[in-house]
């Protein structure tokens, strides 16, 4: 009978160490093109069926990446950890899903913690935890790769990927300004979020480009959830000079809005216009539909994990991977009512 090689035979034949080895059995992408080719080539002549204790050999480290998030949006969640199993799928790794809280007092050593524990292969942070310079910290110290998916860049090239939030918000202020709006105001996002200062530094930017200032009683912080875009709401519709036109630094804000618009009798967008941000998919399915600033999110999850994924050969970025926001017009917008 023939006897059945093992991967130490399998590394001796193909002149290289188990290790390396384990790492093409693995996938991994840390093994350059022209040995994991004459590995698999081995590996193939000679009908090798690798033990399954064998994938866990990869350079002491597991086959995880981790999503670690503090993002109040569920659908935000949701649609980024889609993205990322596209790319994950028909791989050997899998993903975690982290979540955690930024303000909690143990928060670091809670993040210390879990990298000791999972030894991940690498980490995929979304805002606002990506904004977090510690956690960088934390993951470098660790020799964990990670990527980084930010408003504003924070780091190098091959860990970023940049979204250019103000440009979104930019082009939300054009559309509300040149349908003849002059009181406006903005829900915002978490004062602790970059992307809340880029949105609204973007919002602010575009509605100069039309002699429109955005005053300080017409910005109200929202929580990035539908009931603080409720609790916000409330408040602009309220007062005698509301605004007629309001634009909410995410989709689920500006559902918020909506809500309290119904609850007012304010007919949307005749007597209130709504913008949102994100164009998650309720967007298009609640009604009146609902214009916003198109974040292609699970397409941002998927370039995230591909980086992590690139081979250890693939030529270093010289800038970061952007996703350009784009205006969805729909139809929570129209002109103001005279």
């Known amino acids: 009978m023939k006897t059945k090689l093992t991967i130490n035979d399998i590394a001796r034949l ?3 160490s188990k290790k390396t080895v384990s790492r093409v059995i693995n996938d991994s992408p840390r093994v350059r093109a022209e040995t994991r080719d004459r590995i698999k080539a081995i590996i193939a002549e000679h009908d090798f069926s690798p033990d399954l204790q064998a994938r866990a050999l990869a350079f002491r480290r597991s086959f995880l990446v981790a999503m670690i998030y503090d993002n109040p949006s569920p659908q935000y969640v949701v649609n980024m950890q889609r993205g990322i199993l596209d ?8 993903l975690v899903v982290r979540p955690c809280d930024r303000n909690a007092p143990r928060f ?17 942070l979304p805002p606002s935890v990506s904004e977090d310079e510690r956690v960088a910290e934390l993951l470098r110290a ?9 408003s504003v860049v924070l780091d190098e090239p091959d860990r970023m990927i940049w979204t250019h939030d103000a440009h979104g918000a930019a082009q939300a202020a054009r559309h509300i300004a040149k349908l003849g709006h002059t009181r406006i105001a903005h829900i915002r996002g978490l004062e602790t979020f970059r992307s809340s200062h880029e949105r609204l530094r973007g919002f602010k930017s575009g509605l100069a480009e039309h002699g429109l200032d955005l005053p300080d009683d017409m910005v109200i912080e929202g929580g990035y959830t539908f009931d603080s875009g409720v609790e916000c709401a409330r408040i602009l519709l309220s007062r005698t000079d509301r605004p007629t036109a309001i634009f909410a630094g995410n989709d689920e804000m500006a559902l918020g809005v909506y809500q309290v618009a119904r609850e007012m009798k304010l007919r949307v967008p005749y007597d209130v216009s709504i913008v949102g941000f994100d164009d998650t998919p309720i967007a298009s399915r609640v009604s009146p539909t609902l214009t916003t600033v198109k974040l292609p999110i699970r397409e941002m999850g998927k370039s995230a994990a591909a980086m992590l994924l ?3 050969d693939a030529p270093k970025r010289t800038e970061p991977i952007s996703f350009m926001p784009e205006i969805v017009v729909r139809e929570s917008t129209a002109k103001p009512a005279k």
């Open 310 to 312: 690139a081979p250890a």
């Open 14 to 16: 193909a002149n290289v």
């Open 87 to 94: 790319t994950l799928e028909d791989t050997a790794y899998q």
């Open 142 to 150: 660790a020799n964990c790769p990670y990527v980084r998916i930010a």
């Open 108 to 124: 670091y050593e809670a993040m210390q913690a879990f990298l000791e524990q999972q030894r991940l292969f690498g980490a995929i």
